[in-house]
């Protein structure tokens, strides 16, 4: 716990060539009522400008940390990626070209705490 006593929640996103869509889901994150989170984006060797954008995230958000494959390796090894380095009590997943409600992560927190055998 820390920030205001409310767990830490690692957030994940694997990406590969979402430049049209991943500062609206990086939005999306970043804009959660519960804001302690960890946020750990891998790029898959886009072809794309998602890497470059992944980037400029992390120059307005701290929370944010990016890495990239060597090679394109799909969703699965990036995903695996990203668990390892997750930190948080709770781990949430999100695709690169969805987005969240704003409340997403604070519900799914208080349901998971209010229900411990979950």
Known sequence: M?????????????TYNAGAVI??????????????LQI???????SDDTYQKLLAWTEKDSRITVMQNEVNSRA???RNRCIKMTEGKYVAQID???YCE???????????????AY
């Not at 767990?7 to 694997?14: D, M």
């Not at 500062?23 to 804001?35: G, I, W």
Request: negative net charge.
């Open 2 to 14: 820390s920030q205001n006593n409310k767990p830490l929640v690692s957030v994940i996103i694997p």
């Open 23 to 36: 500062d609206r889901c990086l939005t999306s994150v970043v804009n959660q009522t519960h804001t302690n």
């Open 40 to 46: 750990i984006c891998c790029d898959d060797c886009s």
């Open 76 to 78: 699965a090894f990036s």
């Open 96 to 98: 690169d070209d969805d």
């Open 102 to 116: 704003p409340d997403r992560i604070e519900r799914q927190v208080r349901f998971l705490e209010d229900n411990p």
